[in-house]
């Protein structure tokens, strides 16, 4: 406080100036100002302060004035009051040491460690400069008896500065540690769409604004503003959600929007800015903020920096998005796909209501004829028809997806989800480019009810089902049990195995000889695959064979048993036995290969088997399928020496002109008719007719399946001439068919 009697330095005295009212030229209050805090318990300072800078201009700015007559009052104030630039503090007032513990409060309390304070006293002795400067946080230290008005314009222009760039570092410091944070934060958000509500919020905590903006994706390239779409907004923006920026009311934001795309650069205006965020070739965004009031120049860089830096990560969130879509939505359909339904099987089933749900596929039938001969854009039309439909006439609650070609997937509640719903939106015809086509639809299902499986599991169920359906009947409808699962995994775990029990050796070839019956020696065998496991048990090959019938892998094993086979012929014949038929087993699937005759001739050649003593066998059903496409496969056989049998004969229907046209060599009496001559009413009925055809159309006849010597019998009497069974040998392998030959086979 001014002691009584003040001391003749204690006044600020300005030579040939007047004094005036302390707020005379105190500027309106506004952020465009330089605020200047005067405190001190002398009203004619605050007078003489405000006369001598109110006037003026600091750094193209005015300056506006708050005056506290004490500290308490100051600290009162201070509570409340922001951005002020220079403190003019003097040291003395309610107690001498009442400024030094003011600098204390302001920088302590308050936080202010930008604003410059500026000490002045009358009474020196109270604060020495020296210890002053050293131990409070003060920018300067005069006495009033030096601030004349130059001094103090000089002082209080200086502290400004100091401020300024105090400011402008901090600024741009916490600017960069909220774009490091935003960054940061950006980059945790999944998907586009948060990302991009992301961007708009961290901008607005940028610049301390509330979230009141827009960002929209550019899709076309060469700078085409004409494909603008909004894909995130805030604030009384959000009504624009995914709209054309074309379709936004408001002239500003389009043209803003559009100038920063164009320029590929920020657009700042008096009371908003548009954002550019260079994307890649053919991706860029923009966005539109409302800030109310210019940007100054230090939120202007940070925005720079902050544009930069989210560019790359907009352009990889959308990367991220679109291989999301690519991954799990049909790019036709929209729909999810095959992935994203098992995704959502797997999350329904680990639900409280999986029990009450139903898994549908519904496959259209014969759609690859109609997309054959209509074309390929006439098939999109119709699924996207299809899809259409179903989505806009099933139940909200259901997941549609398309999981193939033409086969959608129906996920919904068990009442619902049913043949009779879903076949009905088949009845009424699609109308394509103006043509009425008529469809029909067949339908797998599986019950989640107590299901033990994955999502996969379930599918894979659905479609076992569906696959049945078609079987059965097309425009029907099948249920999945478990019992067809059963079936089904064991053929799919047979047939891996079956696939490395082949790459690993354990297939082998054995050889059951074929005896003439008329002197029971050996006049050939047939070759026989067989499969041991790993424990020593064998597969029977009425498993095997269908399955790897079924995988294609007969392909390959056939023709390595006809070498195996042809080779092993080859060697007998070296070691004396020239007369020797091998006969070879050929599936109907080997047989309707493409490749067959090639890889036969082929066999030949490398083997050097001798063809007029390899032999063929057939079933009776292959020989009946298509007979006038095997009619001309089999004389190209012949044209190779090779004689051709067919096997089981009697089980089919054959028609006895096909029969002879097909000129085969030999027939071969099925084992079930070989077993009636002994052991049923019709007796020798079966066998004897074939016998007899044999012998009428000039052919061999071969009886398999002699287990005892009274077949053996009966067949000789009936002119069967030759035979097979375990009578005379079982199957077995090459070296011990060696060793039967010189002993048994030449009895």
Sequence with gaps: MSSPVSPPGDDLIFLDETVRAPDATAPASGG?????????????????TTFALGNLEMQHRPLEFLHAYSAAQAREMLKDEQDIAVILLDVVMEQEDAGLQLVRHIRETEGMTEARIILRTGQPGYAPEIDAIRDFDINDYKTKSELTRIKLFTTVTAAIRSYEQIR???????????????????MAQQGLENFAAGVITQIAGLLSLKPEGLLCVQESANNHTDNLIVIAAAGHYAGLMYKPVDEINDPRIVAALKEALHTRRNIYGADYTALHFAGNARHDFAAF???GEPLNEIDQRLLEVFCSNISVGLDNVLLVSRLHNFAFYDPLTKLPNRTRLIEIL?????????????????DIDHFAETNDALGHQFGDLLLLAVAARLKSRLDDAFTLARVGGDTFGVLGDGLLVNPATILLQFEE????????????????LVRLADYEGSGADALKDADIALKRAKLQQRAGHFYFSRSMGVDIRERVRMMYALRAAFDEGRLFVVYQPQIDLATRLPMGAEALLRWKTEDGTFISPDRFIPIAEYSGLIIELGEWVMREACEELVRLRDIGYTDFMMSINVSQVQFRHPHFLETLRAVIRDTGAPPAFVELEITESMAMEEPYLLIKLLEQIKQTGISIAIDDFGTGFSSLSYLQQLKVDRLKIDRAFVTEITGSARGSSIAEMVIQLGRNLGLSVIAEGV?????????????????QGFLFARPMAVEQLKDWLKTDGLR
Aim: include cysteine; aromatic fraction near 2%; proline fraction near 3%.
């Design 32 to 48: 465009n100002v330089w605020r200047v805090m005067i405190i001190d318990d002398d009203a004619d300072v605050h007078s003489a």
């Design 168 to 186: 402008a570092i901090n600024a741009s410091r916490r600017g960069l540690e909220l774009i490091v944070r935003a960054s940061t934060e950006l």
């Design 289 to 291: 903020l409302n800030t």
């Design 346 to 362: 797997g999350e329904k089933l680990a639900g409280p209501d999986a029990g009450e749900a139903i898994l549908a596929l519904v």
């Design 429 to 444: 015809p699609f109308r394509i480019d103006g043509q009425a086509v008529q469809l029909s639809a067949t339908v797998g």
């Design 707 to 723: 287990e005892d010597e009274r077949q053996a019998q009966i067949l000789t009497a009936l002119g069967c001439p030759q035979a």
